[in-house]
Nanobody
Framework: QLQASGGGLVQAGDSLRLSCAASGLTFSRYSLGWFRQRPGKEREFVVSMSRFGSSVRYADSVKGRFTISGDNAKNTAYLQMNSLKPDDTAVYYC????????????????WGQGTLVTVSS
């Protein structure tokens, strides 16, 4: 029901925009989140946005560099990633939750398949 795309191989300092397209659910009814799993690490919170975008919460590691947005007409969410670092290398997942804004992946019932971002130094 969620399809993440836009990953790829970039160099440090570059930008990348990930997309998360939804089918079968209406984004405006859900809180949206992005999580990532770095090599050898557990899945970690990146950013969460409440319904209608009224509240946004970022992980400290991406604050000021990443921006979440949504287009309800297209039922698509985006993650704009700027000033990428090698430490941002991970599989990125989008997710939707019926609960409010959350950094806990257990609150998210719907998940995309993940898209790989590789940042070279």
């Amino acid at each position: 029901q969620l399809q993440a795309s836009g990953g790829g191989l970039v160099q440090a300092g570059d930008s990348l925009r990930l997309s998360c397209a939804a089918s079968g659910l209406t984004f405006s009814r859900y809180s949206l989140g992005w999580f990532r799993q770095r090599p050898g690490k557990e899945r970690e919170f990146v950013v969460s946005m409440s319904r209608f975008g009224s509240s946004v919460r970022y992980a400290d590691s991406v604050k000021g560099r990443f921006t979440i947005s949504g287009d309800n007409a297209k039922n698509t969410a985006y993650l704009q990633m700027n000033s990428l670092k090698p430490d941002d290398t991970a599989v990125y997942y989008c997710a939707a939750a019926q609960a409010g804004i959350s950094n806990d992946y257990n609150d998210y019932a719907y998940w995309g398949q993940g898209t790989l971002v590789t940042v070279s130094s």
